[in-house]
């Protein structure tokens, strides 16, 4: 099993959005391609703005199995809610 964790800025103002868009949309889009999602949090001791969440995979590298999410069309309009995205990967 690979795991990864992701942690996202978002910007000022749009959490609620980006927990809507997690919870209505980006969710069941990983489920479908085969991602699992272990947890996504809200890290209380930070700013408000920090979003994190775990992901796991069966065997192949991450970023081969997030191709089909990239490709969709909603995939462009996550740019706006984010400010700047870091990720922590087995290589």
């Known amino acids: 099993m ?3 964790l ?3 800025t978002v910007a000022a103002g749009r959490m609620e959005e980006c927990q809507v868009l997690f919870q209505d949309v980006i969710d069941p889009l990983f ?14 001791e930070r700013d408000g703005q920090t979003f994190v969440y775990l ?15 990239m490709n969709i069309p909603l995939a462009g309009k996550l740019n706006p809610v984010f400010q700047t995205v870091y990720h922590l990967t087995k290589k």
């Open 6 to 8: 992701r942690q996202y």
């Open 55 to 69: 992901l796991a995979f069966e065997s192949a590298p991450p970023g081969k199995d997030l191709a089909p999410i």
């Open 31 to 44: 489920r479908e391609v085969g991602i699992r999602p272990v947890g996504y949090w809200q890290p209380t």
């Open 2 to 4: 690979i795991y990864e």
